[in-house]
């Protein structure tokens, strides 16, 4: 216990202590210098107590960092503690590329959670999925024990070639699911293919909104259009997102004049308005445009699916978006960590708020996709519920939309798990159908292109033998797979579909993949029809005015 007045511990000055409050000035949101509330001279006043008083040794650092990450978490689900360390790499799958096994990840309840593969790395050919949660890294527990995302990075990064072996456990298995990942070069391509899907009509698909998309897509809109594009069908289905202003610029790219395409508001910043430039010409402000979306479409993709419904510019296919309308800004801290601030929210020009609720807390939060799917509302929409209340207007035709988080599209396209089997799920959770093409490409690749030269001889000649589909059943019963003829028949199409896509990516390039694949992917045939069918022209868009 402290004594007398000659014992008393003298407190620094709220300016020293609060330091973190100035940092809130890189932001330019005050006008001048913030004074330090009751409350954060209370948390200061208890920390400086622990530091000099306290019975044991204690690491400050440690303990600031707890708290701010504990407080964070009281917030919202998109405030994020990002240490001086983790900083210069937080933002690589948007600036740069990088060796590694290709995923986005967050620590969430000290458990590594996959966010999302990163498309044509090594994990994603693996088939390792969003929300996976690592819990080994070479035999070694990583979850439960404080580790931090500079850790992960060290952990799983190295040396194209080289391995790292996983432990990862999955919603609905029982088991720790065994992953061997061969590291790689990780592309860091925001614009996946660009290629006309029928005459006339082109196909653009955007895996992520970052600093090198506008270039991408203006080259490839300009290149599709010289091949004779006259209606485009753009992508969005898995994109999370990205930077703010290239969703502003690629809405820019479709909508004409200065209409408003997002603005942004908060309890401590005005509302900002985001509106096209009229003295700019976009490179497909004409023509016939439908945007896929589906349950991870967020952030960037949403801000640009809800202006192109909200102008009735095009039509929105797929299912109703994840519903990430939070704006974060960096705060500095002063000893060169950051905090990822939310500070304001998405809306629509309609005045939808794009960010879903949150009030459940996190764990309700992060489960939402996989609380979706038991509703049954990846299946039907009649699973929704959809009260007058959630209910505004499009600002041309006056078209009703729905608010309450995500963006609801124009037409629906059911979830797709005819070919679905756990056969066929064993066979990429063990790598198998990837090593088998790596292996069966590597041998015969100059035979393979001496016959099929271009990936368009190669989609209308090639199929996959029938000695391959045996040799990828042997590897399975290799690991302890059992051959199951029912299930293998079940899911035989989508097997063989994967198998001729992947080959096409290991001759020829990652587009000529989608190309492939793309005769699995239900919205995008959905979106051909709609454009062939007439349905288009029925569905009472504002499209004509863009012409």
């Not at 959670?113 to 929300?131: C, N, Y």
């Not at 015969?444 to 029938?466: C, W």
Request: proline residues 4%; charged residues 25%; aromatic residues 8%.
């Amino acid at each position: 216990m402290l004594k007398s007045n000659q014992n008393k511990v003298t407190l620094p000055s709220a300016k020293t202590l609060f330091s973190i409050t100035l940092s809130l000035l890189s932001l330019g949101v005050f006008a001048q210098k913030p004074n330090p509330s009751a409350t954060s001279e209370k948390f200061a006043t208890l920390l400086y107590y622990i530091e000099n008083a306290y019975v044991d040794t204690v690491n400050a650092e440690k303990l600031t960092e707890k708290a701010i990450v504990a407080l964070l978490e009281e917030l919202d689900p998109h405030s994020v503690y990002l240490s001086k360390e983790e900083l210069q790499e937080a933002n690589e799958p948007l600036n740069g590329s990088f060796d590694g096994v290709g995923i986005q990840f967050n620590i969430f309840h000290d458990t590594i959670l996959v966010v999302e593969p990163i498309q044509g790395g090594p994990s994603e050919k693996l088939g390792i999925r969003a929300g996976d949660k690592i819990v080994t890294i070479e035999g070694e527990m990583v979850a439960g024990i404080g580790i931090k995302n500079n850790d992960v990075l060290k952990k799983l990064r190295g040396p194209k070639g080289t391995k790292v072996n996983v432990g990862i456990e999955r919603s609905g298995s029982k088991e720790l699911i065994a992953y061997s990942i061969t590291r790689d070069k990780i592309p860091i391509y925001s614009l996946d293919a660009a290629y006309l899907v029928s005459p006339g009509i082109g196909y653009i698909k955007i895996s992520r909104f970052a600093k090198t998309t506008m270039e991408e897509l203006r080259t490839a809109i300009g290149e599709l259009k010289n091949e004779g594009m006259k209606d485009l069908i753009l992508d969005l289905q898995g994109n999370g997102g990205g930077f703010l202003n290239t969703a502003v610029e690629m809405c820019d790219e479709f909508l004409s004049g200065d209409k408003l395409l997002v603005y942004t508001e908060g309890t401590h910043f005005r509302r900002e308005d985001h509106k096209a430039n009229p003295t700019v010409q976009g490179s497909f402000e004409k023509g016939r445009l439908v945007v896929l979306i589906d349950e991870s479409s967020a952030s960037a993709s949403e801000i640009l699916s809800g202006a192109i419904q909200d102008w009735d510019r095009g039509l929105i296919v797929g299912r109703r978006s994840f519903g990430k309308g939070l704006v974060q800004r960096p705060v500095s801290l002063p000893d060169g960590s950051a905090v990822r601030l939310t500070v304001q929210k998405y809306y629509t020009p309609s005045g939808r708020c794009i960010q879903k609720p949150y009030d459940d807390g996190l764990d309700a939060y992060l489960s939402d996709k996989e609380k979706r799917f038991k509703n049954g509302e990846y299946f039907s929409l009649d699973k929704l519920d959809l009260p007058d209340s959630l209910k505004y207007y499009t600002n041309n035709k006056k078209r009703v939309v729905f608010g309450g988080g995500g963006i609801l599209p124009d037409v629906f396209v059911p979830l797709d798990t005819t070919d679905n089997s756990a056969y066929f799920s064993e066979m990429l959770r063990t790598g198998v159908n990837n090593d088998w093409v790596l292996s069966y490409v590597n041998t015969n690749r100059e035979m393979l292109l001496a016959q099929y030269p271009n990936i368009d001889s190669f989609m209308k000649g090639y199929s996959v033998p029938a000695s391959g589909l045996k040799e990828m059943i042997k590897m399975l019963e290799d690991k302890k797979v059992p051959y199951n003829d029912e299930e293998y028949k079940r899911s035989e199409g989508s097997i063989i579909i994967r198998t001729k896509a992947l080959i096409a990516r290991n001759l020829y390039d990652n587009e000529s993949f989608f190309m492939v694949i793309n005769a699995l992917n239900p919205a995008m045939l959905k979106a051909v029809d709609i454009l062939k069918d007439g349905s288009f022209e029925k569905a009472n868009l504002a499209h004509k005015e863009f012409k």
